[in-house]
């Protein structure tokens, strides 16, 4: 095995002429980078959501960790497809797809499809709000008769 060294930013900067603010950067991505892989691991809960962000229509898919309440990935859209990108984005974490057990998500059709196509495994939970809003809507078309 080699020699191994310890030397400080700055005599490092010295060493091979490169500016110590260079070095730190270059530092602080790899160390970010590295705790990012170390905290994605242990994700096992997602929520997905849409959000509009702008008008006519243009959404966002959110996809945030429940145990921390972090937004951990957003994409452009709410089709089936933002599943397959968040797939994608796991995988260039070197983690799997069956590594999300569990989605709590809304009933739109295009979640549901994607979520079945790329995570089949995991269990899905639809959230409270979209489950009251269509107990009432149903509710309210019994009383209507």
Same mark, same amino acid.
């Given at each position: 095995?080699?020699? #191994?060294?310890?030397?400080?930013?700055?005599?490092?900067?010295? *060493?091979?002429?490169?500016?110590?603010?260079?070095?730190?950067?270059?530092? &602080?991505?790899?160390?970010? !980078?590295?705790?990012?892989?170390? &905290?994605?691991?242990?994700? !096992?809960?997602?929520?997905?959501?849409?959000?509009?962000?702008? &008008?006519?229509?243009?959404?966002?898919?959110? %996809?945030?960790?429940?145990?921390?309440? *972090?937004?951990?990935?957003?994409?452009?859209?709410?089709?089936?497809?933002?599943? *397959?990108?968040?797939?994608?984005?796991?995988?260039?974490?070197?983690?799997? #797809?069956?590594?999300?057990?569990?989605?709590?998500?809304?009933?739109?059709? #295009?979640? !549901?499809?994607?979520?079945? !196509?790329?995570?089949?495994?995991?269990?899905?939970?639809?959230?409270? %709000?979209?489950?009251? &809003?269509?107990?009432?809507?149903?509710?309210?078309?019994?009383?209507?008769?």
């Amino acid at each position: 095995m080699g020699k #191994s060294y310890i030397m400080s930013v700055s005599a490092m900067s010295r *060493e091979i002429s490169e500016p110590d603010n260079n070095l730190w950067r270059v530092i &602080k991505h790899y160390v970010n !980078q590295g705790l990012n892989h170390r &905290k994605h691991r242990y994700l !096992q809960r997602i929520a997905v959501d849409e959000k509009a962000y702008k &008008k006519g229509h243009e959404y966002v898919s959110i %996809f945030t960790d429940l145990n921390t309440g *972090e937004v951990v990935f957003v994409t452009p859209g709410r089709k089936k497809e933002v599943f *397959e990108e968040f797939k994608n984005w796991l995988l260039s974490l070197g983690l799997e #797809s069956n590594h999300v057990p569990l989605f709590s998500m809304d009933m739109s059709k #295009s979640y !549901q499809a994607g979520r079945e !196509q790329y995570f089949p495994k995991s269990e899905v939970v639809f959230d409270r %709000f979209h489950i009251k &809003k269509l107990l009432n809507e149903l509710l309210d078309k019994v009383r209507r008769r």
